[in-house]
């Protein structure tokens, strides 16, 4: 099978994962939202999972990439990676567990320090199963990545929806994570076997740490901007609106979720296969971002226009205050995904320092920006200004990274013209359409109806995009590889 053929099985079966798992946990998440958990809940979860992103960014050191990206037997080096992994994954546990308390209360919900303890035992679970979830990854296995992912959020749902209507409270999320986490890596252990045994080579090992802390360095910056507006909210302005908020930025992040994710599941592994030819790589880059844009653009742009009407009518009245962020956070979404697989691709041709780069100086232009709009507009603000942060610098900075991947303006403004020309039509008669109707409950499906009405001729023609084949490239050996592996 081709590489080209590999890629788009691929990614039809992840697609299919990704929205299906999404959709159940959207179904999972307004049940609780709207019966048995209330905004403060929703708050001390996501001081839970700020904690957990960050360990998780870190945990394995970025060393588990290399199954993806070295072109050598996995099993010559897999063992050492374990042992990595799983160091550094229970150092950081036993950190978090010592710091609980203080880091509760830091993040303005000092009863949240079980929670913690609880939830963030699932770094280690993920330091064990890296190495399997990886191969997975670098073999586009994505029927096996679907089998796990369906099982993970089966045991997940049910654990949390019980321990939820037994009043449990924010801890039903962490239990229900936990279950799921477990049944997940015994799953990975079955559909790999004979990678999970530890082992040690001092001179892997130090390649191994060479290659994946500049990674896992911009993975955690990467985490720190993303969840830095969780830590300012709810320091400012308590669980509740945190709360608030986080409803948010999970609606906004539907689309993040359901196309990004699906993406990321075979673009790292995908760029990784041309990286040694700029053309190549600017070819799979334009081609990747033009359809993830035609994609994203029509449920950012609705839920950017919408967001009063399809908060109140999903998740009930009580959620109103949600949306004022959500406008702002939607649109953060689309910017989001784009950056997401211009990450893949730097990671990919070793463009480390560049990542390191861009992310440090989205953070700290991010961080005053979320204060200022925290204390000037309450969550609203915190939202306006995580997206002009990302609009207005990180964008350029992401453009002069890619360009010295070899990556021009060019590829990415033909990638994006057609779905953003559609996006404005799109936010042009979404928004007159439910200005007309009022306050009509119907008037939100018309005003999506007719968006999508007008959107669709314009991204017709990017569908020839996916029956195209990836440029062919030459053959690399392992050593040259290996060397510029090295250099970088």
């Not at 689309?255 to 760029?271: H, L």
Request: glycine share 10%.
């Amino acid at each position: 099978m081709t590489l080209g053929a590999k890629v788009r099985a691929g990614a039809r079966l992840s697609l299919l994962n990704t929205v299906v798992i999404r959709i159940g946990n959207f179904a999972a998440g307004v049940v609780l939202a709207r019966t048995l958990l209330g905004p403060r809940e929703w708050g001390l979860y996501a001081v839970g999972m700020v904690a957990l992103g960050v360990l998780l960014s870190a945990n394995e050191m970025g060393v588990s990439l290399a199954i993806i990206r070295w072109d050598r037997d996995v099993k010559e080096f897999a063992p050492t990676v374990v042992t990595l992994s799983v160091l550094s994954s229970s150092t950081l546990y036993a950190l978090l567990y010592v710091a609980a308390p203080a880091t509760a209360r830091a993040l303005g919900s000092p009863d949240a320090t079980t929670m913690l303890r609880v939830l963030c035992f699932s770094v280690v679970i993920d330091g064990v199963a890296c190495v399997p979830n990886q191969v997975i990854a670098r073999e586009f296995r994505q029927g096996a990545r679907m089998a796990l992912d369906l099982l993970n959020f089966v045991v997940t749902t049910a654990t949390t929806l019980g321990f939820a209507y037994t009043g449990a409270g924010a801890m039903s999320f962490a239990w229900g994570a936990l279950a799921g986490n477990l049944c997940a890596l015994a799953g990975c252990a079955i559909a790999v076997p004979g990678v999970l045994r530890p082992g040690w080579n001092s001179a892997e090992a130090r390649a191994l740490i060479s290659f994946g802390l500049p990674l896992a360095g911009a993975s955690l910056l990467v985490l720190a901007m993303l969840n830095v507006d969780s830590v300012v909210t709810g320091a400012l302005l308590g669980p509740v609106a945190l709360g608030f908020y986080q409803l948010a930025f999970n609606v906004s992040s539907w689309p993040v979720r359901s196309i990004s994710e699906a993406a990321r599941r075979i673009s790292f592994a995908g760029f990784s296969r041309v990286a040694d030819s700029r053309q190549a790589l600017a070819d799979a880059f334009g081609r990747g971002l033009g359809l993830l844009m035609a994609a994203a653009v029509p449920p950012c742009v609705l839920l950017a226009t919408l967001a009063e009407p399809a908060v109140a009518t999903i998740y009930g009245e009580r959620w109103a205050p949600a949306a004022g962020a959500l406008r702002f956070l939607a649109l953060l979404g689309l910017l989001r995904i784009a950056y997401e697989l211009a990450y893949d691709c730097l990671a990919a041709a070793g463009r480390r320092s560049s990542l390191i780069g861009v992310q440090g100086l989205w953070l700290a232009a991010l961080i005053p920006a979320l204060l200022f709009g925290a204390g000037r507009w309450g969550i609203t603000g915190v939202g306006v200004g995580h997206l002009v942060v990302a609009a207005v610098l990180v964008a350029p900075a992401f453009g002069w990274a890619l360009r010295r991947a070899g990556v021009g303006g060019g590829v990415v403004l033909r990638a994006c013209a057609r779905p953003f020309l559609g996006g404005l039509l799109m936010a042009a008669v979404s928004l007159l359409v439910h200005r007309w109707s009022g306050e009509a409950r119907w008037g939100m499906f018309a005003a999506g109806a007719l968006a999508l009405a007008v959107y669709v001729p314009v991204v017709l023609p990017m569908r020839r995009l996916l029956r195209s084949e990836p440029p062919a490239v030459p053959e690399v050996h392992e050593e040259r590889v290996l060397a510029a592996e090295g250099e970088r």
